[in-house]
């Protein structure tokens, strides 16, 4: 016999903007898991399958997952930031890069052009950088919110 809908629990799972931030980082650690496990990263494989977990939790909006997904969007931030300066800090390689290969001319364009590109996915990498800071902090944000606070469950016994 099919489980009739409870009222409550229907008005609790309504859209809400802030649950595209769990898929989205439910997404990313999922790639990040098979690239480490493919690579045998295992310690950064273990936080990615920590990061799925509490992605998963806050998907299915168990209370537990709230706390842990701010403290894991704070985090993500801070590193983001820290990572994006680093990567800021080695701007000046892509010239030199260049002119290295300007000054061995038997490697040709083909090494202009992988240099020209390293370039641009370092650039999109950090633009997306920037772009994660704060979309990270606004959802550890609205995970702190009453509303929202009262969307999460708890664990049923």
Not at 3 to 27: D, E, K, Q, T, Y
Not at 71 to 82: G, K
Not at 86 to 107: C, K, N, T, W, Y
Request: proline content about 5%.
């Amino acid at each position: 016999m099919p489980l009739a809908p409870n009222a409550a629990s229907a008005a609790n799972r309504r859209f809400a903007p802030w649950a595209i931030g769990p898929w989205v980082l439910l997404l990313l650690a999922a790639i990040g898991f098979v690239q480490y496990l493919r690579h045998a990263e295992y310690l950064y494989l273990g936080v990615a399958v920590a990061v799925i977990v509490v992605c998963a939790g806050c998907i299915l909006r168990q209370a537990w997952s709230r706390s842990a997904m701010q403290v894991l969007a704070l985090l993500l931030a801070a590193w983001s930031l820290v990572t994006a300066v680093l990567m800021l800090q080695q701007s000046g390689d892509f010239e030199i890069a260049r002119q290295h290969a300007r000054a061995q001319p038997q490697l040709g364009e083909m090494a202009l052009w992988m240099i020209a590109r390293a370039q641009r996915t370092w650039q999109v990498g950090i633009a997306l950088k920037l772009a994660a800071i704060p979309a990270l902090l606004w959802l550890a944000w609205q995970l702190g919110r009453p509303a929202v606070r009262a969307q999460f469950r708890s664990r049923r016994p």
